[in-house]
């Protein structure tokens, strides 16, 4: 049921709407719409490797390239499962300004949620991490799975990714060029060096092309 409604809902938005690969209002966003470099983030809240990188490298690239206007960081969901679908439903149903605090604490809970995936459960996992942004109860979170407005949001990222091959999760895009695990997510060292290149040539480019 859960996969018939998503799929159902996804063609109709296929057919309604525009490529919206490059629109970067698509997706949940945060730093300076001006930053020179833009990343995005296609993840899954049920993925190991997102968890990582949103638990070890994340945190580094917020405090020392979002927060200082370097970088603006755009997260797309990936959904692999039903469990990622109502997870996303539930941080979407949190409201805008409350998204990025509901993943961070489905991130820290991922063990949790996969656990009582497994022994059939997970209902009240949800509504356990939900409580603190209104999904109390099973009414509250069915009325969350079902709005159409937030599937309807879903499906335009889910629409944005046919752009790319995503070959797994996570997987950037960075000024518009994909970027998969590799060295680079070793350490949030080895990232921000990364990021550092990156923005060095950004500035050699920009610097070039005034002279």
């Known amino acids: 049921m859960l996969k018939s409604i998503m799929t159902a809902v996804t063609a109709a938005a296929f057919l309604a709407m525009p490529a919206l690969a490059e629109d970067l209002s698509v997706g949940h966003s945060k730093g300076s719409k001006d930053a020179p470099l833009t990343i995005i983030e296609y993840g899954s809240l049920t993925c190991g490797g997102c968890k990582y990188f949103h638990d070890k490298i994340l945190p580094r690239i917020e405090a020392d390239y979002i ?26 149903c949190a409201g805008r300004d409350k998204f990025f605090e509901a993943t961070g604490t489905m991130f820290a809970r991922q063990p949790d949620v ?12 949800f509504i356990e991490i939900g409580t603190p942004y209104g999904i109390r109860d099973v009414d509250t979170f069915n009325a969350c799975y079902t709005d ?42 080895a990232f921000a060096a990364y990021l550092d290149t990156q923005l060095a040539a950004l500035s050699d480019s920009t610097g070039s092309e005034a002279n």
């Open 148 to 189: 159409m407005n937030v599937r309807l949001d879903m499906a335009e990222v889910q629409e944005s990714a046919e752009a790319y091959e995503l070959r797994g999760t996570p997987t950037l895009v960075i000024n518009g060029e994909e970027k998969y695990v590799d060295d680079d997510f070793k350490s949030a060292d």
């Open 67 to 92: 927060e200082t206007g370097k970088v603006r960081f755009i997260f797309r969901e990936v959904l692999r499962n039903d469990v990622d679908t109502a997870l996303v439903t539930m941080a979407r």
């Open 114 to 125: 996969i656990k009582s995936a497994q022994a059939g459960t997970v209902l009240d996992t």
